[in-house]
């Protein structure tokens, strides 16, 4: 996972509650002074078993958890702007 050296302010999270079928999502966000305001990095990274045979079925009906991954971000950047803050997403993928 990333590392926030010389951040101001690093927030992580695990997400595993779709652990059981084995999928686990973890999130690092790293605020850095930046010019005239903050930049924050984000990264996540998804993990998934597939020796979970009941698991792996379902993945193929309804999914994975890594569609969340996009719309914790955009929770972020909206949370951002409802503190009144104006982000700018440089890049996303």
């Excluded at 690093?10 to 305001?37: H, Q, W």
């Excluded at 993945?59 to 702007?81: C, H, M, Y």
Aim: aromatic share 12%; glycine share 8%.
């Amino acid at each position: 996972m990333a590392t926030c050296d010389g951040a101001s302010f690093v927030a992580t999270l695990s997400n595993d509650s779709m652990n059981r079928f084995g999928e686990n999502t973890k999130f690092v966000a790293c605020v850095f002074p930046y010019i005239n305001g903050y930049s924050i990095s984000v990264w996540h990274k998804f993990m998934m078993d597939n020796n979970n045979i009941g698991a792996s079925l379902a993945r193929n009906v309804v999914g994975d958890s890594s569609q969340f991954i996009p719309r914790t971000v955009e929770a972020l950047v909206s949370g951002l702007k409802s503190a009144g803050f104006v982000p700018t997403v440089v890049e996303s993928f």
